[in-house]
């Protein structure tokens, strides 16, 4: 059965360092793993989509990698801001299109 | 606009009184599914559903039932609720191995 770990659990960093979010599962078998963030009380928003097929996916300061032999993806934060504050998820979908959460990061940037 | 709608967003009910929360969205997605969060435990996948008459179980689907007969709708029924189910509730579109799409949450409370 897929499990989904998510590392560290919380992390604070001042305003400006670039930062690393790590996501690990234990099957490989995948057909896409995707990084959210969630604000307090509020939704899911889709950050990055990484294909079983691609390494890696980038928006703005973001860069997600994907490497499935080892069975990790990394979140990449460049330049971080206050408002990149939040808990960042990750979920993988599985070859029966089931979807396995990460518990998720809780970032804190301090200005 | 593309989006994912819920209703009811905030509900507060009675145990075993049979309630409905509806999900729709406009972008022509096969896949839809159901997602319940709960503080300690994240997100849990309860139903999904690859298209139209076709559903699957995901990890919490007891005490919920799901039917997709048209492939805009996902709902999701609690025949009888119980104090457990309360939570917050989320419906997510995607087509099959792409992004997923979130609705904004409904806040259920069972008493």
Known sequence: KQEVTQIPAALSVPEGENLVLNCS????????????R??????LTSLLLI???????????????????SGR??????????????????????????????AGTKLIIKP | EAQVTQNPRYLITVTGKKLTVTCSQNMNHEYMS????????????IYYSMNVE?????DVPEGYKVSRKEKRNFPLILESPSPNQTSLYFCASSVNTGELFFGEGSRLTVL
Not at chain 2, 54 to 58: A, I, Q, S, W
């Open chain 2, 34 to 45: 159901w997602y319940r969060q709960d503080p300690g435990l994240g997100l849990r996948q």
């Open chain 1, 38 to 43: 969630q604000d307090p009380g509020k939704g």
């Open chain 2, 54 to 58: 076709v559903t699957d179980k995901g």
């Open chain 1, 51 to 69: 294909q079983s097929s691609q390494r890696e996916q980038t928006s703005g300061r973001l860069n997600a990698s994907l490497d499935k032999s």
């Open chain 1, 25 to 36: 599962f234990t099957d490989s078998a995948i057909y896409n793993l995707q990084w959210f």
């Open chain 1, 73 to 102: 993806s990394t979140l990449y934060i460049a330049a971080s801001q206050p408002g990149d504050s939040a808990t960042y998820l990750c979920a993988v979908k599985g070859s029966n299109y089931q979807l396995i959460w990460g």
